[in-house]
C-alpha cells in the first residue's frame, strides 16, 4: 500500500490589535479606497511588543495539536517556516520546542517568504513517506510588523502579523497530499527582499539609517510575475494529475492581493464562493496565510472527507508552489 501524508490537525492564531486603512489613512498618504481597491485589504492583525514569532506560532500550533487529539511529546519533527523569525540563531522551531514541551524531534526553519508554508509541506511530506516520521509539526508564523517601513505606504499598507499550523501523519488510505509542485527563479530575488541585517549588509548605524531593515518590493514588476507564474502553475497541476477544476472543492490561495486570487480562479473557472479569502482581514501574513485561511475553512466546515483542495503561494526569492490534497 502507498504511503501518504494527511493533514489530521489544523490551528492559527491573530493577534488581537487591529490596525485598519482608516488607521494608515494618518500615518502615511494613502486611503482607504485606493487599499481596496488596489488590494482587497481592509484590515490587518499586528502583535504586541513583548509578542514574537515563536509566541504566534505556539498559540495555533496548540490548536493544531488539540486537532489532532495528540499530546506535544507525540510530535517527532518540527518544521516552521518564517521569514521573520525570532532572532537569526537558533531557529524559530528551536525556541517553539522548547515553548511546547517537545522532547526529541529535529527542529529546523526554511526560508521560502510567502511560498514557505506549501515548501514546508512537501519537506514534511517527504519525511512521512519515508517512513521515519509520523507525527510531525509544519508551523508557519510571521510578525511582519516589526520588518515594515511604516514610513512607506507602498509596503506598509500590505502586511500583517499572524500564524498557521498543521500536523501531519502517515496514512494508507486514499487521503492526503496527492501532488505537490515547488518554483524558484532565483534571478528575480531583488524584486522582494529585506536587504540589511544579513552578512551581505550588517547591522550597524548605516544600514539603519538607510532603512535596509524592512521589506523592499517592486509591487508591480512582482504582480505580473506572480499572476502569469500562478496561472501556469494551478493549470499544470490539475494536468499533471488528470483532475478538473470543476472537481476542486476550495481553492486556498496565499492572500497577497485579491487581484491575484481572483485572477487565479478566473484562470479555472472557478466561482469564488470556491476559493477561501481572508485577506480583508488579516492582509498578508507570508507564510502563515495558507494555514490561517486552512483552519478557517476548517473550522466553518466548509472542507469534506474525500474533497479535492488546491493550496498555492507566490512569494520572495521569488518562490511559488502550489500543493494539491485530497481532504
Ligand atoms: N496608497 C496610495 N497610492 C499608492 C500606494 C498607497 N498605499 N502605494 C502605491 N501607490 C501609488 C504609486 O505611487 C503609484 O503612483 P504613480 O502612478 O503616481 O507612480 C500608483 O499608486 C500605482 O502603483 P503600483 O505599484 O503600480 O500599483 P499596483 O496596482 O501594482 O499595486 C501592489 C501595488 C498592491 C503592491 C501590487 O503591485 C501587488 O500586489 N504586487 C504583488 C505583491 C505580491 O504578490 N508579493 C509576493 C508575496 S509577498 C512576500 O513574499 C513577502
Redo the contacts with the bound molecule.
Keep these: 500500500m502507498l504511503l501518504r501524508s494527511r493533514i489530521t490537525g489544523t490551528g492559527s492564531y491573530a493577534p488581537e490589535k487591529v490596525l485598519g486603512n482608516f488607521d ?1 489613512e494618518k500615518m ?4 482607504d479606497g ?2 481596496t481597491e ?2 482587497g485589504i481592509k484590515e490587518r492583525r499586528i502583535a504586541k511588543g513583548i509578542q514574537s514569532a515563536s509566541d504566534l506560532g505556539v498559540e495555533a500550533a496548540k490548536k493544531a495539536i488539540h486537532m489532532a487529539g495528540i499530546m506535544p511529546k507525540d510530535i517527532d519533527m518540527l518544521i516552521v517556516a518564517t ?1 521573520s523569525g525570532d532572532m537569526p540563531m537558533p531557529s524559530t522551531a528551536s525556541i517553539i520546542q522548547e515553548k511546547l514541551g517537545i522532547k526529541n524531534s529535529p527542529a529546523f526553519d526554511i526560508n521560502a ?3 514557505g508554508f506549501i515548501y514546508g509541506l512537501e519537506i514534511a511530506d517527504s519525511f512521512i513517506k519515508s517512513g521515519k516520521f509520523k507525527k510531525v509539526l509544519l508551523v508557519g508564523t510571521e510578525v ?1 510588523s516589526r520588518f515594515t517601513d511604516w514610513e512607506d ?7 500583517g502579523d499572524g500564524a498557521g499550523a498543521v500536523i501531519m501523519e502517515p496514512t494508507k488510505r486514499n487521503r492526503g497530499i496527492v501532488s505537490m509542485q515547488l518554483h524558484s527563479d532565483g534571478s528575480l530575488w531583488d524584486l ?1 527582499c529585506v536587504p540589511g541585517g544579513g552578512s551581505r549588509h550588517p547591522a550597524s548605524k548605516e544600514t539603519v539609517k538607510d532603512r535596509l531593515h524592512y ?1 523592499k ?7 505580473k510575475v ?1 499572476v502569469k507564474a500562478l496561472e501556469s502553475l494551478v493549470v499544470n497541476t490539475l494536468k499533471a494529475n488528470k483532475i478538473k477544476p470543476s472537481q476542486i472543492a476550495l481553492l486556498i490561495p ?1 492572500q ?2 485579491l ?2 486570487i481572483q485572477a487565479v480562479a478566473k484562470r479555472l473557472h472557478l466561482p469564488m464562493s470556491k476559493v477561501v479569502v481572508n485577506i480583508d482581514k488579516y492582509g ?1 501574513t ?1 507564510s502563515a496565510s495558507i494555514p490561517l485561511a486552512l483552519d478557517e475553512a476548517v473550522r466553518a466546515g466548509r472542507i469534506n472527507d474525500g474533497d479535492y483542495i488546491l493550496l498555492e ?7 511559488w508552489g502550489a500543493a494539491l490534497i485530497k481532504w
Design positions: 494608515l502615511v498618504d494613502t486611503s485606493w487599499i488596489r488590494t521569514m517568504a510567502c511560498s511582519l505606504r507602498t509596503t506598509c499598507v500590505l502586511f522582494l521589506i518590493m517592486k509591487g508591480n514588476k512582482t504582480f506572480a496565499h497577497a492581493n487581484r491575484i498578508n507570508s503561494a507566490f512569494g520572495g526569492g521569488l518562490t
